[in-house]
């Protein structure tokens, strides 16, 4: 079998047309296969009439009417057209779309509703909404601020006024002042996108499973699973709540090209702006986008989908990432990311498939060389391009990786680990997975899809089944969801965050229990309807008391000290007076007080990164002299000191001391610097204000 395939690669001549066969092994990847040509995972099309030219060709689909519909059928079939979606029912079409904006309403409705509980967002002042975010959402409010001032200055500033939220009896929020508003203009959209997102939810559960209960029980699995979902709800303006709704729109897209005999300029060129939407908030899109490649290229090796396929994904990827380096201003990071040097290696893996298939070894080894070839050909690449460039700009996440496996520890790895949301998976994360049986349904989807596939290598590998492949397992899209949802449980085990790529997942990987292809043999003897809903009123137990214990979370934000803090640099340091301390902190006093800061919450950038290092040397032990100079060399006139930082620890080895032991051994030992400024700042600070959490130190110039 290995020696015939190599011969007719060999002696590929052009030959007569031949009827394809109805299926072939998912051996080697699929033939080099032109877009328009059945791929090895679709029976070829009945011969249809003679065209016009009287050249024989499948049957055209009757065009849609017109008129009929109106305006927005005539939209939706345009949209089908360009996309190469499948005809359905115009009922079924406008249902399906009907349900989803339904679903959007709703979860929108459900997030507003949690964070006016929480924050008695309606009520607060400018300043206050201001305030009630905090770390890398104030760094993205600050910037839409200076936007608009920009915009006021050259009169293009348009003003809108919109309800963010309503309260109890309450009338439209009034004193969101439109767009001019940061706070109010980020919770608004962000809330918009992410009611958008679940109505996506409902048609990728709808595409992927065949079946509009299989939308249902993705969007009531997100609900019942909401607090391992999102955080959305407690801190909109997240990069993550930017970037994730056109993430899901990207895997939907991607499954749809998975799934499509023929694709289609408008899915390439829709696949190309959910990707640079997708990258151009966020700093960790770029590995979400690693293991989605790196699944499809182990999709590719195994056979479950053609070369011509996924050389396409990979050009539409490097688009997209060229784009985003253009848009970003020439974010170096981006072409020396793993990402990139992934994208350019299975680029090469592919051009290289004639002298691949030349080699002679068994089908498995040939798959291994691939995935070793693909493995240290992206990190040998990866190591040179940032050599070449000077680049360290994510030298961090590659030493957090390696801090998961190994005892590496430095400044900048314990600074996350030590946060929990950087830390591993805690330990209940799977328990309440069981609870709401979210875990048990994806774990049969899960084995059903593996027994399949593993039928499927068995055959190859024994040589069993050379040109036979198993009917009612023809679609990769299966494969690449089964191995996306392995690549994001490693994700989400490894830092805990990450849980956002895995929970969602999760709820999509569900839907597949109403999958024919995968439960025929059950729903021929039990209704589908009829086991979803009783999988659906068992998973509604815990669901519905995980949601009633979120809708009876009531708060309202107060934090005096920060106010006082921010009033007093308001109206008693001048314009240009540059800021230094914790990064929580100084994006409040950027977006609040409008005044330079030397560091914030942006923690990518290498620069930052050091000008960080050297800020939080005043929670070490080195002296106050040193740290001083640095200070000077910076051009700080103040340093907001935070005693609760000197002390504070999330767990043994994280408090800021202990963590600069590990950096500056030579020093361990001795007295916090900070508790020593706490006491008596001088003679080389002066304390210019001072309440019960901050201590405005003035830096005294020689």
Same mark, same amino acid.
């Given at each position: 079998m290995v020696?015939?395939?190599?011969?007719?690669?060999?002696?590929?001549?052009?030959?007569?047309p031949?009827?394809?066969?109805a299926?072939?092994? =998912?051996?080697?990847g699929?033939?080099?296969?032109?877009?328009?040509?059945? !791929?090895?995972?679709?029976a =070829?099309?009945?011969?249809?009439r003679k065209?016009?030219?009287?050249?024989?060709g499948?049957?055209?689909?009757?065009?849609a009417?017109?008129? !009929? !519909?109106?305006?927005?059928?005539?939209?939706?079939?345009?949209?089908?057209?360009?996309l190469?979606?499948?005809?359905?029912g115009?009922?079924?079409?406008?249902?399906?779309?009907?349900?989803?904006?339904?679903?959007?309403?709703?979860?929108?409705?459900?997030?507003?509703?949690?964070?006016?509980?929480?924050?008695?967002?309606?009520?607060?002042s400018t300043?206050?909404?201001?305030m009630?975010?905090? /770390?890398?959402?104030?760094?993205?409010a600050?910037?839409?601020?200076?936007? /608009?001032?920009?915009?006021?200055?050259?009169?293009l500033?348009?003003?809108?006024?919109?309800?963010?939220?309503?309260g109890?009896?309450?009338?439209?929020?009034?004193s969101?002042?439109?767009?001019?508003?940061?706070?109010?203009f980020?919770?608004a959209?962000?809330?918009?996108l992410?009611?958008?997102?679940m109505?996506?939810?409902?048609i990728?559960?709808t595409?992927?499973?065949?079946?509009?209960?299989?939308?249902?029980?993705?969007?009531l $699995?997100?609900?019942?699973?909401?607090?391992?979902?999102?955080?959305v709800?407690w801190?909109?303006?997240?990069?993550?709540?930017f970037?994730?709704?056109?993430?899901?729109?990207?895997m939907?897209?991607?499954? @749809?090209?998975l799934?499509?005999?023929?694709?289609?300029?408008?899915?390439?060129?829709?696949?190309c702006?959910?990707n640079?939407?997708?990258m151009?908030?966020?700093?960790?899109?770029q590995?979400?986008?690693?293991?989605q490649?790196?699944?499809?290229?182990a999709?590719y090796?195994?056979?479950?989908i053609?070369? $011509?396929k *996924?050389?396409?994904?990979?050009?539409?990827?490097?688009?997209?990432?060229? *784009?985003?380096?253009?848009?970003?201003? +020439?974010?170096?990071?981006?072409?020396?990311?793993?990402?990139?040097?992934?994208?350019?290696?299975?680029?090469?893996?592919l051009?290289?498939?004639?002298?691949?298939?030349?080699?002679?070894?068994?089908?498995?080894s040939?798959?291994?060389?691939?995935?070793?070839f693909?493995?240290?050909?992206?990190? %040998?690449?990866?190591?040179?391009?940032?050599k070449?460039?000077?680049?360290?700009?994510d030298?961090h996440i590659?030493?957090?990786?390696?801090?998961?496996?190994?005892?590496?520890k430095?400044?900048?790895?314990l600074?996350y680990? $030590?946060?929990?949301e950087?830390?591993f998976?805690?330990k209940?994360?799977p328990?309440r997975? /069981? #609870?709401?049986?979210?875990l048990?349904?994806v774990?049969?989807v899960?084995?059903?899809?593996?027994k399949?596939?593993?039928?499927?290598?068995w055959? %190859?590998?024994t040589?069993?089944?050379?040109?036979i492949?198993?009917?009612?397992?023809d &679609?990769?899209?299966?494969?690449? &969801?089964?191995l996306?949802?392995?690549?994001?449980?490693?994700?989400?085990?490894?830092?805990?965050?990450?849980?956002?790529?895995?929970?969602?997942?999760?709820?999509?990987?569900?839907?597949?229990?109403?999958?024919r292809?995968?439960f +025929?043999?059950?729903?021929?003897? %039990? @209704?589908?309807?009829a086991?979803v809903?009783?999988?659906?009123?068992?998973?509604?137990?815990?669901?519905?008391?995980? *949601?009633?214990?979120?809708?009876?979370?009531? +708060?309202?934000?107060?934090?005096?000290?920060?106010?006082?803090?921010?009033?007093?640099? #308001?109206?008693s340091? #001048?314009?240009d007076a540059?800021?230094?301390?914790?990064?929580?902190t100084?994006?409040?006093?950027?977006?609040?007080?409008?005044?330079?800061?030397?560091? &914030?919450p942006?923690?990518?950038d290498?620069?930052?990164?050091?000008r960080?290092?050297i800020?939080y040397?005043?929670?070490?032990?080195?002296?106050?002299e040193?740290?001083?100079?640095?200070?000077?060399?910076?051009?700080?006139?103040?340093?907001?000191?935070?005693?609760?930082?000197?002390?504070?620890r999330?767990?043994?080895?994280c408090?800021?001391?202990?963590?600069?032991?590990?950096?500056d051994?030579?020093?361990?030992?001795k007295?916090?610097l900070?508790?020593?400024?706490?006491?008596?700042?001088?003679?080389h600070?002066?304390?210019v204000?001072?309440?019960?959490?901050?201590?405005?130190?003035e830096?005294?110039?020689?």
């Open positions: 020696l015939q395939a190599r011969n007719k690669h060999r002696e590929a001549a052009p030959k007569p031949q009827p394809p066969r299926s072939q092994s =998912p051996l080697r699929a033939p080099d296969a032109g877009a328009g040509e059945p !791929g090895p995972e679709r =070829p099309r009945s011969p249809g065209g016009a030219a009287g050249r024989k499948p049957r055209a689909e009757p065009a009417p017109s008129a !009929g !519909g109106g305006l927005g059928g005539r939209l939706v079939a345009g949209l089908r057209g360009a190469g979606l499948r005809r359905a115009r009922g079924r079409t406008w249902t399906t779309l009907l349900l989803a904006a339904f679903a959007a309403v709703l979860h929108w409705s459900h997030i507003t509703h949690l964070f006016e509980n929480d924050r008695h967002f309606s009520h607060l300043l206050e909404r201001e009630a975010f905090r /770390t890398e959402m104030v760094i993205l600050s910037w839409y601020r200076i936007y /608009t001032k920009i915009m006021d200055l050259i009169g500033q348009t003003k809108i006024c919109w309800t963010v939220t309503r109890e009896g309450l009338s439209p929020i009034e969101c002042e439109g767009l001019g508003d940061p706070a109010c980020y919770v959209v962000i809330f918009i992410n009611g958008l997102m109505a996506l939810f409902f990728y559960g595409y992927l499973s065949g079946s509009r209960l299989g939308g249902l029980v993705t969007v $699995c997100f609900f019942f699973n909401h607090g391992e979902c999102t955080r709800m801190t909109p303006p997240l990069r993550e709540s970037s994730y709704p056109f993430l899901v729109l990207q939907l897209l991607v499954t @749809h090209i799934r499509a005999t023929k694709l289609y300029r408008g899915s390439l060129i829709a696949l702006i959910s640079v939407f997708f151009l908030p966020w700093q960790f899109a590995f979400v986008l690693l293991t490649i790196s699944s499809l290229f999709v090796v195994v056979g479950y053609d070369i $011509c *996924l050389r396409k994904i990979i050009y539409i990827h490097m688009i997209s990432l060229a *784009l985003c380096f253009v848009l970003m201003f +020439g974010n170096s990071m981006l072409l020396t990311s793993y990402y990139a040097s992934s994208l350019v290696i299975i680029w090469g893996i051009e290289m498939k004639p002298r691949f298939l030349k080699i002679n070894v068994s089908e498995l040939l798959w291994v060389i691939q995935g070793c693909w493995l240290f050909g992206t990190v %040998v690449l990866k190591y040179l391009t940032s070449i460039f000077g680049i360290a700009d030298a590659g030493n957090l990786l390696t801090s998961k496996f190994f005892s590496y430095d400044f900048d790895t600074l680990t $030590c946060a929990a950087f830390d998976m805690e209940e994360t328990l997975y /069981t #609870k709401t049986l979210l048990p349904v774990l049969v899960f084995i059903a899809i593996v399949k596939i593993i039928s499927d290598m055959g %190859v590998l040589k069993q089944q050379t040109h492949r198993k009917h009612q397992f &679609h990769g899209e299966l494969v690449y &969801h089964a996306q949802l392995l690549a994001y449980t490693v994700l989400g085990i490894l830092i805990m965050r990450l849980k956002l790529f895995l929970t969602p997942h999760m709820c999509v990987m569900a839907s597949l229990i109403c999958s292809q995968l +025929g043999w059950l729903f021929c003897k %039990v @209704h589908p309807g086991v809903f009783a999988i659906l009123a068992a998973m509604s137990i815990q669901g519905s008391a995980n *949601l009633q214990t979120q809708w009876n979370i009531v +708060g309202e934000f107060s934090n005096l000290p920060q106010e006082e803090l921010i009033e007093w640099i #308001k109206y340091t #001048k314009p540059v800021f230094a301390g914790a990064m929580p100084m994006a409040s006093v950027k977006l609040s007080a409008l005044r330079p800061v030397v560091n &914030h942006h923690y990518e290498a620069g930052l990164r050091a960080t290092k800020v040397s005043m929670y070490s032990r080195k002296a106050a040193e740290v001083k100079r640095e200070l000077i060399k910076l051009q700080v006139n103040y340093y907001i000191l935070e005693e609760s930082w000197c002390i504070r999330s767990k043994p080895g408090s800021m001391p202990e963590i600069w032991d590990v950096e051994p030579a020093n361990a030992g007295p916090p900070c508790n020593l400024l706490v006491k008596d700042s001088k003679p600070f002066a304390t204000f001072q309440n019960s959490v901050y201590k405005v130190l830096v005294i110039e020689e």
